[in-house]
Nanobody, 124 residues
Framework: QVQLVESGGGLVQAGGSLRLSCTAS????????MGWYRRAPGNQRELVAA???????NYADSVKGRFTISRDNAKNTVLVQMNSLKPEDTAVYYC??????????????????WGQGTLVTVSS
């Protein structure tokens, strides 16, 4: 079983910063892409930022230049540094990972895993 545990959400004033952290644990052979999504009230879940195992990154246009995603492969951890936060960044942020697991029969397969979500509130 694979789990993602998130931390770092909270309340911050507009213009402030927060850093979210997510660590994967369990029977993981390898971790492929990791990323952060968010869902604001009344909206659909959207990609915030993602990073591949080789370090290639992808950002939503709305956060480019303000958010930076990084990962520590040795610790199975992905971070997102969020600067210059705006009230419209208020949302529940979810960590996501695509991992490779090995079953008892020796076959490997991909597994997509989600964290429980952490609330980020930006006040104006």
């Amino acid at each position: 079983q694979v789990q993602l545990v998130e931390s770092g959400g909270g309340l911050v004033q507009a213009g402030g910063s927060l850093r979210l952290s997510c660590t994967a644990s369990g029977s993981i052979f390898s971790i492929n892409a990791m990323g952060w999504y968010r869902r604001a009230p009344g909206n659909q879940r959207e990609l915030v930022a993602a990073i591949t195992s080789s370090g290639r990154t992808n950002y939503a246009d709305s956060v480019k230049g303000r958010f930076t995603i990084s990962r520590d492969n040795a610790k199975n951890t992905v971070l997102v540094q969020m600067n210059s936060l705006k009230p419209e960044d208020t949302a529940v942020y979810y960590c996501n990972a695509v991992v490779t697991v090995v079953a008892a029969d020796g076959n490997s397969r991909y597994l997509e895993v989600w964290g429980q979500g952490t609330l980020v509130t930006v006040s104006s």
